[in-house]
Every structure is written in C-alpha cells, then in structure tokens.
C-alpha cells in the first residue's frame, strides 16, 4: 500500500523554524514532482511550492526566500524548510505527489497532513 506521510509540524515562535518532511512508501517505481500544500483555518487550501525530481522548484510569493524545498530521490523524501517564521504561516501543510507503481499506473496522494502553529 503506497501512501505519502509529512512529519515535522510542531508550535514554534515567530521569527522561528521548522523542518517538515514527507516520505513517500510503497511499492514505488518512481515518485513525481512533490508539492507541498498548506490550509489555515477557514480558509482554502494553497499551493507553497514544489520540487521536481531533477530539483527544480517554485514557491509562492508570500514564502520566497524564508522557505526552501529538497528532496533525496533514493529515499523518495521531500523537505520543507521553514525559516523566519510568522503567524500567518499558521496552517496545516500537506504534501502531494504523483507516484507512479510497480505496475506503472500513476496515482495522485495526499499526505494526512501536519500541524504548524506560529505563536508566541
């Protein structure tokens, strides 16, 4: 059974950082790009950024240059580095990828999520 599992979410005061992580396991062939994901309460969810398996990435406006994405392709693992954290950034982060089976179907996964709570 393939699933995506994120670690890492924790309470930490502003100005503060945390690292996520999400693994992907299974019966794995090959995993896609991987996309991290964030949801604050009342409101929808967004995109933050993602990485490619050549390690291309994006993020979003609001954490360009406080967070940066990795991954270890052996270890089918993505990395959310969080620096410089405010309030704001409050929500519960998600990691999303498509993985590709051992009978080379490809399926989209979600993460069950994890809690990040900036506070003082």
């Known amino acids: 059974q393939v699933q995506l599992v994120e670690s890492g979410g924790g309470l930490v005061q502003p100005g503060g950082s945390l690292r996520l992580s999400c693994v992907a396991s299974?019966?794995?062939?090959?995993?896609?790009?991987m996309y991290w994901f964030r949801q604050a309460s009342g409101k929808e969810r967004e995109l933050v950024g993602f990485?490619?398996?050549?390690?291309?990435?994006n993020y979003v406006d609001s954490v360009k240059g406080r967070f940066t994405i990795s991954r270890d392709n052996a270890k089918n693992t993505a990395y959310l580095q969080m620096n410089s954290l405010k309030p704001e950034d409050t929500a519960v982060y998600y990691c999303?990828?498509?993985?590709?089976?051992?009978?080379?179907?490809?399926?989209?996964?979600w993460g069950q999520g994890t809690q990040v709570i900036v506070s003082s």
């Open positions: 990485i490619t398996s050549a390690a291309f990435k």
């Open positions: 999303n990828a498509p993985i590709t089976l051992s009978d080379r179907r490809t399926y989209g996964y």
């Open positions: 299974g019966s794995i062939l090959s995993v896609g790009p």
